[in-house]
């Protein structure tokens, strides 16, 4: 039997040629600060700082951030949880506020603002984090995020989950 005809074979018996839609497999997506994240203005570009593990403030103002997933569910909300991790570098407690912003196309824009209190400095690592439950039982569409980061406050990680499900049809 040529190679061919044996990864049909194959297919046909996992039931995977012609058997209809997939199953939706969940994702659970985490990257660094570094590959999500950017300045929200070219005036904030002078204060951060991206570096192997994080997109850090350096600056001695406080510096606007956005961050995305690399993926967007079209028409239909999939990701039941979005978290944005961080690192305080410097010596005292500090606040950090992010919105999470969603929505899919042409169905309006959602605003979830979260702040994470006292911060504490050093090697702690503070997170904000969003879900299904903070969006009336519903998972997010198309969620975004936008964080004022103060001085010597680092991103250094967001996760994304969400359901992964069959192709759209052409």
């Not at 005036?43 to 593990?53: E, S």
């Amino acid at each position: 039997m040529d190679r061919f005809a044996f990864a049909i074979a194959i297919a046909v018996s996992l039931g995977v040629a012609g058997s209809g839609p997939l199953l939706a497999e969940v994702r659970n997506d985490f990257s660094h600060g570094t590959a999500s994240c950017q300045s929200a203005l070219p005036v904030f570009d002078g204060h951060i700082r991206k570096r192997p593990q994080a997109i850090a403030n350096e600056g001695v103002a406080t510096a606007f951030i956005t961050c995305d997933s690399d993926s967007i569910r079209l028409g239909e909300a999939s990701f039941s949880k979005v978290t944005v991790y961080f690192l305080n570098r410097g010596s005292s407690l500090v606040d950090v506020s992010c919105t999470l912003v969603d929505g899919i196309f042409n169905d309006g824009t959602d605003y979830f603002p979260k702040t994470i209190a006292n911060l504490e400095p050093g090697t702690d690592v503070g997170g904000l984090q969003w879900t299904a439950n903070d969006n009336g039982g519903n998972d997010f569409g198309s969620p975004a995020i936008s964080c004022a980061l103060l001085p010597e406050v680092d991103i250094v990680g967001l996760g994304f989950v969400y359901e992964d499900g069959p192709p759209l049809p052409e």
